[in-house]
């Protein structure tokens, strides 16, 4: 435990090390919330019709909750475990006492609360004042469930940034899980308008867990057992992404070679 | 104890045409070839040893050192370090070793050093009042105390190295390996980092694995050395009698009294012995050096020398080392598979 707070404390010193970089990060999100604000906005003074499936207030609502998780979820552990890959920097990782994949963990929690004060806070607070969440049994399961997603995009991530022992380069693969998840897990638009039959679909996917079990954890009028089950089943997707990556990391280690020398 | 019996390793390599069209030719078929980095080497290192693993680039050094670290795994053959094998145990392996490679550092690029250290002493469970008594000892050897609330990226290659040297010694590991350790360094931090390493050895009893290009840090620290060239061992054993690696050759130093005439001497001892006699000539200063192998003796060039030229001076000496890792280097020495 002692080595894990370690480890999160450095990887948030390295965060705050690049100051121009977290300004910048702050900036750029405050911008993408103002400008998705103004887009729907306009969606809805058009008067299209989308009103029967959602209303405005909730649409703005659950972007802005999926956004402020995407910006706290978002570490993209996967272009520093590449970059370490084909640099050969991994053979610093390599000879520590420390598993890899725990370390890595560490270093991805690090960067997510530095994510959470820089974006993830404020936005909340903002949200949880205009559309008056109150802080009921629900918020608990929410902050909970919020873990098991971080865990979920972990694995995601560490299973991208190992392809990088076979293929080389991850830019492509990369860039489609960026925009795979901001659109199926609910973070470009509400999955309420993607037709029925693909939204069943998504449920058996593990993008309804990133970010949409959190949001109908804190919002929708499910009771406690449905709640529960919810949870469960995010818990259990997370526990099979957490296999399969620790068995590709398993396998891809043997096949490493150091680049340059 | 580093035990490792007939290990070998391999690796693909792909192999492209040249241009853009080997390139667009590269996205479909893909040629791969494969390189034996290291093939079935053997050695043995006690405890407390210095063993220098000497070879050109690409001989097969960094691949055994990754191998005995855990980084890599051999295709075959048998590790054994310490009653461990390093790559299947390496969590446990790993507490016992110190790691520099003289390209890349160990440490954390955009921290204060002494943050990369704290860690470094939370991580193999060193006690503070032990980690307080070595960061002194690095100071009183190293001077390290000025630069290790820098950043490691605003440090010079020098400082980097001292940092990374007193890093990989700060948990007292029973085995260090040096990887170029020196590289790209001024006298004066080679001399601190020597002098480090040889405390190490000495008062911990260190076992050290040392790989460099340069020859004066073997000299110095070294009294085995390994030389590894195309992937196999070609020598193991004392640096002193490394010179049985190109046979029961000598050195014979000839000051001329009149040095113009360096060049008729040359052709006539050239006209009168054949290249597998007198192996070569080199011109130096202010005499000839003539290395001569077995099959003709001193005093046999020495009368040649005397019925062509008046000399005032003469010397024999043993090949040095550094002869014979140049042969080993420009591949004139060594296996031919």
Not at chain 1, 7 to 20: A, C, D, G, P, Q
Not at chain 2, 25 to 38: G, P, Q
Request: proline residues 3%; charged residues 20%.
């Amino acid at each position: 435990m002692g080595n894990a707070v370690k480890f999160i404390r450095l990887n948030m010193m390295i965060k705050l090390s690049r100051k121009e970089s977290f300004i910048f990060s702050l900036f750029g999100n405050i911008i993408f919330f103002f400008l998705t604000y103004q887009l729907w906005h306009g969606i809805y003074a058009g008067d299209s019709g989308i009103s029967s499936v959602l209303n405005f207030e909730a649409v703005i609502l659950k972007l802005f909750l999926a956004m402020g998780l995407a910006s706290f979820l978002n570490t993209n552990i996967e272009w520093f475990i590449s970059r370490d890959i084909l640099s050969g920097n991994i053979q610093k990782y390599l000879l520590i006492p420390e598993k890899f994949y725990n370390v890595k963990f560490f270093e991805t929690i690090g960067t997510s609360i530095c994510n959470l004060f820089s974006n993830t806070i404020p936005l909340f607070i903002f949200i949880f004042i205009k559309f008056k969440i109150e802080l009921n049994l629900s918020f608990p399961l929410f902050l909970f469930s919020i873990l098991i997603s971080l865990i979920i995009i972990y694995n995601i991530d560490l299973i991208i940034g190992l392809t990088s022992f076979h293929t080389e380069a991850i830019w492509g693969i990369s860039t489609i899980k960026t925009a795979i998840i901001a659109f199926l897990a609910g973070a470009v638009i509400p999955l309420e308008f993607l037709p029925l039959g693909f939204q069943n679909f998504l449920k058996y996917t593990p993008f309804e867990y990133i970010y949409q079990v959190p949001i109908k954890l804190l919002t929708s009028e499910a009771n406690i057992n449905e709640k529960m089950m919810m949870l469960l089943m995010q818990i259990i997707c997370g526990l099979i992404l957490t296999a399969l990556a620790k068995i590709i990391f398993a396998h891809s280690v043997k096949k490493i070679t150091i680049n340059g020398g | 104890m580093i035990q490792l019996e007939n290990v070998s390793k391999s690796f693909f390599i792909v192999k492209k045409a040249p241009g853009l069209g080997g390139s667009v030719k590269s996205l479909f078929v893909r040629n791969k070839e494969t390189v034996e980095a290291v093939k079935k080497i053997d050695f043995t290192i006690a405890d407390g040893e210095i063993v220098g693993l000497l070879g050109p680039n690409g001989a097969g050094k960094s691949t055994t050192i990754k191998m005995m670290t855990g980084i890599l795994r051999c295709d075959h053959g048998r590790i054994n370090i310490n009653g461990r094998d390093p790559f299947r145990e390496r969590m446990k392996y790993t507490k016992d070793i110190g790691v520099v490679f003289g390209q890349r550092t160990q440490l954390w690029w955009e921290l204060p050093v002494i943050e990369s250290f704290d860690i470094i002493r939370k991580i193999y469970d060193v006690e503070m009042a032990e980690y307080n008594e070595r960061l002194k000892l690095f100071d009183e050897m190293l001077g390290i105390n000025q630069i290790i609330h820098k950043p490691v990226r605003n440090l010079s290659l020098g400082q980097r190295m001292l940092c990374d040297i007193a890093g990989a010694f700060l948990h007292n590991p029973r085995i260090a390996f040096l990887d170029e350790p020196t590289i790209g360094l001024d006298l004066n931090i080679k001399s601190k980092i020597r002098e480090l390493i040889l405390a190490m050895n000495k008062k911990f009893k260190t076992t050290i694995i040392l790989t460099t290009h340069d020859i004066s840090d073997i000299k110095a620290l070294c009294e085995r050395i390994i030389v590894i060239d195309k992937g196999s061992i070609i020598y193991d054993g004392n640096l002193s009698e490394i010179s049985d690696l190109v046979g029961q050759n000598q050195e014979v130093g000839i000051y001329l009294e009149n040095i113009e005439n360096n060049q008729l001497l040359i052709s006539a001892v050239q006209s009168e012995f054949a290249p597998d006699e007198v192996l070569d000539i080199d011109v130096r200063e202010d005499y000839l050096n003539i290395r001569i192998s077995n099959k003709i003796t001193v005093s046999q060039l020495m009368g040649h020398i005397l019925r062509n030229e008046n000399i005032k001076d003469f010397t024999i000496s043993e090949p040095d080392v550094e002869y014979v890792i140049r042969k080993v280097y420009a591949g004139e020495l060594g296996n031919e598979d």
